[in-house]
């Protein structure tokens, strides 16, 4: 007979924290798409000003990550290269359980990246993407440099990581054909961005349908390693690609992955 009090109370108590767990979810509402790309946006021009504020960085907030979940708090996915100069919390002024980083070099957007950006928008419940590039990129500069016939040696894993450029650098210098190295590499960043948001959509029918539905916003924006200050690429060549993308045949269709994974 104790047992079953003993059990019955156990029951209870789990009961009771799975529905403060749901209640504390559902009691913070994240603001819109469009609030939070001008939150970014107001982030970066206090960086610029050297007038961060630094939120969300104290021990207090340490804390709070240690006892709740990321997703009741992170309001932005955000895509960027590994280089060092790119340093997201710090350009956008943001803090801990603020940003969910997905970070490779040259910013691509492989199988890789493609899931860890899925997790970020529909499991960690980001409302915004961004797919940031950034000024002298040695990935696509290497790639251009390969395109035109002049490159060198590398290591056998690099190859395989950055050819997802390649067909950037060649769009940029079709659209360019006066511009040749180092000065059509600026063109081969921003198409880069617009690349990566295009493999993302042909491999994601989840991120498509986010983005359709209005749920989640995607965006591209350039980060100048020398000033600190993001460009924030046109909105309209987000749905310009989407459009594109869901005509294209070969696009992914299965949202979900298949029983066994």
Sequence with gaps: MNKIIKTLALGCCLLAVTAVQSQARSAIQKPAPAEI???????????????????????????????????????ATVITCSDSRVPVERIFDAGVMDIFVVRVAGNVIDV??????????????????????????????????????????????????????APAVKKAMAAHPDKHGKDVIPYA???????????????????????????????????????????????????????????NPARAMEAMATAGH
């Design 112 to 165: 890789d990246e493609a899931g860890s950006i899925e997790y970020g928008l529909l499991h960690v419940n980001t409302p915004v993407l961004v797919v940031l590039g950034h000024t002298q990129c040695g990935a696509v500069t290497a790639v251009t440099n390969e395109v035109e016939g002049h490159g060198h040696a590398l290591e056998r894993n690099i190859p395989p990581l950055v050819d997802n450029i």
């Design 189 to 247: 960043i921003e198409e880069n961005v617009w690349q990566g948001i295009n493999e993302l959509f042909m491999r994601s029918p989840a991120v498509r349908e986010v983005v359709k539905s209005g749920k989640v916003k995607v965006v591209g924006a350039l980060y100048d390693v020398a000033t600190g200050k993001i460009e924030w690429l046109p909105e309209t060549k987000v749905s310009e690609i989407l459009k594109e993308v869901e005509q």
């Design 37 to 75: 790309v001008k939150m970014l946006q107001e982030g970066n021009s206090r960086f610029v000003a050297n007038k961060s504020i630094h939120p969300n960085s104290d021990t207090q907030r340490l804390i709070q990550a240690g006892k709740e979940d990321q997703g009741n708090y992170a309001y």
